[in-house]
């Protein structure tokens, strides 16, 4: 069984996550929801693995080799794959509101092919993860309707 590098620096903590788009920081275009999304998809630092990790997972030796920024040890700069998913959303969020993005640049400066491109790469990564890694907690439905009992 191959296990990640990473997992020995992961903290586990209870969170009660609110899902509803109600005073969701996470929901809309503003400067303050593109904070809430940079800390969890961006502020991380970078991330290293060494050569015996990297042999261990039998990825490519050809990959950008980085000191470790401590010890001076060669290794390879990786990203986390969550990052990675989250930053595919965030940027599907941003399109669904171009009004507001499209005049800062970003993803959007190089034009709507390149754009469609970098969408499109974002799906397909997020359902094989889905599929291999499903939640089976329960989710509630309530209705949208303001007039509609919750």
Known sequence: MITAPAASSVKYNSIKYN???????????SPEVDKAWREISYDMGDQWISNS??????????????????TGEEGYRVGMEVFHQLHCINLLRR???KEYYEPLGGEFAAGPETLRH????GPPIQVCFLMSE??????LFRS???DSPA
């Open 144 to 146: 949208l309707h303001r």
């Open 118 to 121: 970098h969408t499109g790469n």
């Open 53 to 70: 990790d990297i042999e261990k997972l039998g990825m490519p030796k050809t990959s950008l080799k980085v000191a470790h920024p401590k």
């Open 134 to 139: 499903a939640i089976l907690t329960e989710l």
């Open 95 to 97: 399109v669904t509101y």
């Open 19 to 29: 899902v509803s788009t109600a005073e969701n920081k996470f929901v809309g275009a």
